[in-house]
């Protein structure tokens, strides 16, 4: 091997290089290579391979094979650079990061000459594609700063670290364990099972590898854990909270964030950097190595370098930090451990300053990550922040779990919101009078009425608690607080701090549960909730002790745990590094975190009904309430403006000729009506009239502000019972006239929550039949399991059927089970061996036919997998028609012995298989196997028609020309019963479409008499097909799925601030309608345009006549 630092490149003989197994081929790169003597080098390939220098150093490089080369490897310049390496004649070695390798020096000129641009020699290393990843947009930045970022990139190629062991070293500042005169600690180690130790013997091997750890002989030990990963592979963890309990805690302070981040003033780039691994290329002190040592079934080992789970190691990364960058922190970046900002006020002045911090970096021998780094961004998130040109601003994500609290729906969720709202309430300013009207809905006796005062209120509160003075600053100078909560359903987390005997708040965290997680027992759910918000609040909370306040006591066992294995060992591995005191507190105390982790009320509809209900049968039992709503009607009337000026023109007998034009529709149709208006006792009635009305009945006028109360006791209350619209519409009409009644009512029922629950439609809902066409055997196939059954004595308790959707060639086989792999052998065994495997397989979506054996069994049968939608059995009609045909045979045949019909299954499928189908007009048997099936009775009378005995060519061909003949005679049976079909369907069937974005119910089969049979709202995602589509539930947000039509129904929203959508409100003999969905309190539009007269386009009795009628 030749050092050769007068060439470009790295050079490998061909004939040598053949004989090697290289990492992998890279493209040849477009240049061109001559010798010292003018003589051009054909590069014949260019690959990635291992290089070996002296006894224990191994890189990876590109090199560029040629045919004639004297050495087998020559190292260039390239190599020289991108490794770090540095000729050294005076000692006579080559000194590179990981160790000195000695080579015999000798004199001469370049071997190589390359003509080619110095970046295409960069082209196949392994740091290009990290650069290329690195660089911004063209719609970030302009090609010039791209050009300039780039070059800077290609100079400090050996500071990017391009794999997991491709790690700097520094020696600047290394880390001690400062212990005193304690004795050593000696843990004993843990029992790694057998299956695993594998695994750790190849850590170690790579540990051994990076130069991270090595053999020991300490009088310390510490015990490992091996942490399964997502991705399934180990982490190789220490669990060092003994050495940290006896450790002395390094005071080297952390930056106050509030302070630095004044120097962002005015910089308009920025750019972040994060370190590689970043303790892994700090070393410790050689003397406190041995405080590092770990127990393995291979031996003891140490480590060379800071690991993770020391309590001093922020302070020793900090320290390094500054220490490296020192005379560039706060005029030039900001550091806080291992992030690092770059900031400038021009891109100049930006990629001056960045080439200096790489400097630094490549000095100390420190490497930053690709992956992790952004730079020459307009906008960059750092330490809770978002780093603009505007300025700072707080991190969206540390509010979102309050400023996207939804509205409250009940009192249950309301308490829960003023529950933490009253916990920071000194800092919102007139708390009590902004709460007011949600506190109202909270007294005793108070009906659910969410108005817009209350949405007000609940949106001023929102945003007093996510922005200042409740949001603070992060002061890293005081000690953090941890309130963290779980649920039944939901996990919740406040970060805080104290300031001057008040708590103020830097960040709010929730989330629900999956549904694995709810079935955690209550201590777990806790722990897992203190792991999680940990997570969250980490860059706060790394590197200094902070208080973790929880309500359930059992959490401050966490640092005692012993012996921890799986999931418990995960999560104390990742609280190790961590420095906090945990601390118990009555529940009435935690309302902030326990409301966050509540945000979801699962009891949302039954505590709403409740409520309502026990007001309302208060309201039946007392005749002062009535007197009370009669006190409320009459000051409601008095009022309303257009009930006044009727009555105005009512005592003073001064009707108008016509009703003045600016008058709203409403007026003008209580003008017309001007004769059957009294006033008694300072209330306006009206003369029932109708057919069936009894001899002065009257109806109250009601004002627009207490129709929705109307509606609400004729419908929702208990003694109205939510009937239907027309006894709802008759029970109104009995008491009360307003104008429009009927479209009200109308609009009030199908907007009702609770009958939409409970009630189907009132027409067949009924979708068009869509039929699955088949053309030829074993096209399609439908499968579906019958059962259970009675057990016989072989066991078997279900049915496996296949039908043939063109043949009606129908097998069944008896099963003991419904497990996938009993039904896959029996596919494979009973049906696919001896039919062949069919093109298509039809089923429902029972978790026998979707379990991977089976739809692995289709992948290598080539066999497509359909299914139909949940909870809509005609998807797989042949299938499911065909059980009920067999279990009618079945219960002759078996003849009062029930637990022999699996003996009965043979003689039933070839009674059925050898009848007519009605669909085809043949045999099952002779449309999939070309012959009748013979039975007992044709051995008797003889062979059947066109039996014969002929030769084997003759019945061949005569087979296909029958099969053909019946194939043809099928398929015309087939379309003419399918039309009749569809046609008989079709005439009762009322298709329903939906769009994207329609909210639906869902319907869901009920396992009570008094179950509801609707569930939602859901939201149509996705137009599956004419009549499948894929919805998501609203609450529910991250599972979607597909159903039939037939189980949807449109959900129609009431909104109790506005009035329903009204069906007819015409003026007398007029067609203009009032706009829909206007409230029954708002004022209706003036008509100053309106025509009074009739229309002449259309002649119809007028509207208002409708609510004559009881």
């Known amino acids: 091997m030749l050092v050769d630092t007068g060439s470009a490149v790295t050079l490998a003989n061909e004939r040598f290089i053949r004989h090697l197994k290289t990492l992998r081929d890279v493209p040849k790169p477009s240049i061109r290579l001559e010798t010292a003597t003018a003589t051009e080098l054909e590069i014949t390939n260019a690959c990635v391979t291992e290089i070996i220098l002296g006894n224990s150093v191994t890189v990876q490089h590109t090199v560029l094979c040629v045919r004639e080369l004297s050495h087998k490897i020559l190292l260039g310049w390239d190599f020289m650079r991108y490794h770090g390496c540095t000729p050294d004649p005076t000692a006579g070695c080559l000194r590179m990061r990981q160790g000195n390798i000695p080579f015999r020096k000798s004199h001469a000129v370049a071997l190589v000459r390359v003509e080619s641009p110095q970046s295409e020699l960069m082209a196949h290393h392994p740091a290009q594609e990290a650069m290329e990843k690195m660089l911004p947009s063209e719609q970030e930045s302009s090609g010039k700063h791209r050009s300039a970022l780039a070059a800077i990139l290609k100079e400090f190629a050996d500071v990017l670290s391009t794999s997991d062991e491709d790690l700097g070293r520094t020696s600047l500042v290394r880390h ?259 709460a007011a009207p949600l506190h109202r809905l909270l007294e005793k006796g108070a009906e659910w009425d969410w108005s817009k005062a209350c949405q007000s209120a609940f949106d001023t509160l929102k945003y007093h608690l996510t922005s200042a003075p409740v949001l603070a600053y992060p002061d890293f100078h005081r000690q953090f607080i941890v309130d963290v909560d779980a649920s039944g359903d939901g996990l919740g987390a406040v970060l805080s701090q104290r300031e001057e005997k008040a708590e103020r708040v830097v960040a709010y965290a929730s989330r629900t549960l999956t549904k694995a997680e709810r079935r955690y027992c209550a201590t777990r759910r806790e722990m897992l909730g203190l792991v999680w918000a940990l997570r969250e609040f980490r860059p706060y909370l790394y590197g200094q002790r902070f208080l973790v306040r929880t309500d359930h006591s059992c959490l401050r066992w966490l640092t005692t745990f012993r012996e921890p294995e799986g999931q418990v060992a995960r999560w104390l591995e990742s609280l190790a590094e961590l420095d906090f005191e945990v601390e118990h507190r009555a529940g009435r105390l935690h309302g ?392 008989l369907h079709d005439r009762h069937a009322k298709e329903s479409r939906f769009c994207p974005n329609d909210r639906v119910w869902l319907a869901m089969p009920r396992r009570g008499k008094l179950d509801r049979g609707w569930e939602g709202p859901y939201r149509v995602v996705e137009v599956m097909g004419p009549q499948t589509y894929r919805v998501r539930h609203n609450e529910r947000k991250r599972r979607t799925i597909v159903v039939h039509s037939d189980r949807m129904k449109r959900y129609h929203a009431r909104d109790i601030t506005e009035q329903p959508d009204v069906g007819d409100r015409s003026v007398r003999g007029g067609t203009t309608r009032r706009q829909e969905h206007q409230p029954p309190g708002a004022a209706s539009p003036p008509s100053s345009e309106m025509k009074i007269g009739r229309s002449t386009r259309r002649r119809r009795p007028p509207g208002y006549l409708r609510d004559y009628i009881p």
């Not at 091997?205 to 009088?219: A, H, I, K, Y």
């Not at 067999?886 to 070839?910: A, C, E, K, R, Y």
């Open 176 to 434: 001690a364990i400062h212990t005193g005169d304690a004795k050593p600690v000696r843990c004993s180690p843990r029992r790694i099972p057998y299956h695993q130790r594998a695994q750790v013997e190849s850590l170690l091997d790579e540990m051994l590898r990076q130069d991270v750890v090595e053999p020991s002989s300490s009088p310390w030990a510490s015990p490992i854990v091996l942490v399964r990963k997502k991705d399934g592979s180990c982490r190789f963890c220490v669990d060092y909270r003994q050495l940290n309990n006896l450790t002395r805690k390094d005071a080297h302070p952390l930056p106050r964030i509030d302070d630095t981040l004044d120097a962002l003033a005015g910089a308009q780039w920025f750019s972040t950097l994060d370190l590689a691994s970043g303790y892994w290329q700090v070393e410790v002190e050689p003397q406190d190595r041995e405080k590092t040592a770990f127990t393995t079934p291979l031996g003891l080992y140490q480590f060379k370098v800071m690991p993770f789970g020391l309590c001093n190691a922020p302070a020793t990364f900090q320290r390094l930090m500054e220490i490296a960058l020192r005379g560039l922190v706060g005029s030039d970046c900001l550091v806080y451990l291992d992030d690092v900002i770059v900031f400038g006020k021009t891109a100049e002045e930006h990629t001056a300053r960045l080439r200096e911090v790489f400097r630094r970096l490549r000095e100390v021998g420190l490497k930053v990550k690709p992956e992790k780094c952004r730079l020459m961004k307009r906008r960059v998130a750092y330490l809770g922040h978002i780093i603009s040109e505007k300025g700072i601003a707080t991190d969206p994500s540390k509010t979102s779990a309050v400023r996207e609290w939804p509205t409250p729906t009940c009192v249950s969720e309301l308490r829960q919101f003023l529950g933490l709202a009253s916990y920071y309430r000194k800092f919102v300013n007139g708390f009590a009078n902004v």
């Open 592 to 983: 902030n975190a326990d409301a966050l982790s509540r945000t979801s009320c699962a009891q949302c509809g039954r505590l709403v009904e409740g409520s309502a209900c026990a007001v309302q049968a208060a309201q039946l039992r007392t005749e002062d309430v009535a007197q009370s709503f009669k006190d409320q009607l009459l000051a409601a009337q008095q009022a309303d403006p257009e009930i006044q000026l009727l009555r105005q023109w009512l005592v003073g007998a001064s009707w108008p000729v016509e009703c003045p034009p600016e008058c709203s529709r409403d007026m003008h149709v209580l003008w017309q009506q001007r004769r059957t208006w009294v006033d008694e006792d300072g209330l306006i009635w009206r003369h029932r009239r109708g057919l069936t009305a009894e001899e002065g009945a009257k109806q109250a006028l009601v004002p627009r502000a207490l129709r929705n109360e109307v509606l609400q006791s004729m419908h929702d209350s208990r003694y109205a019972g939510h009937l239907g619209e027309r006894r709802t519409l008759a029970r109104v009409r009995s008491r009360f006239y307003w104008p429009g009644m009927s479209g009200d009512v109308h609009t009030w029922c199908r907007t009702c929550t609770q009958c939409a629950r409970r009630k189907g439609p009132t027409k067949n809902n009924r979708a068009p039949m869509q039929a699955m066409a088949a053309g030829y055997p074993l096209q399609r196939v439908g499968m579906d399991i019958l059962g259970p059954l009675e057990k016989t004595p072989s066991g078997n308790r279900y049915v496996l059927v296949l039908t043939d959707y063109f043949t009606k060639w129908t097998a069944a086989f008896p099963l003991a089970n419904m497990e996938a792999s009993t039904v896959a052998k029996v596919l494979v065994e009973k049906y696919v061996a001896y039919f062949g495997a069919p093109d298509c397989l039809h089923s429902d979506q029972g978790r026998s036919f979707e379990a991977s054996v089976v739809l692995e069994m289709c992948r290598l049968f080539g066999i497509k997998k359909t299914r139909s939608s949940p909870y809509h059995p005609q998807g797989n009609g042949q299938a499911e028609r065909f059980n009920r045909t067999l279990l009618d045979m079945l219960s002759i045949m078996v003849d009062g012995n029930p637990g022999q019909w699996d003996d009965m299954l043979p003689f039933v499928m070839l009674a059925y298989n050898s009848s007519v189908h009605e669909s085809t007009g043949v045999t099952p048997a002779i449309a999939m196997l070309g012959r009748e099936l013979r039975l007992p009775l044709d051995v008797q009378i003889g062979n059947p028609p066109g039996g014969e005995a002929q030769g084997l060519p003759d019945y061949i061909r005569e087979t296909r020309e029958r099969i053909d003949r019946v194939h043809e005679l099928a398929r015309d049976h087939l379309k003419t019963q399918q039309r009749r079909q569809k046609y």
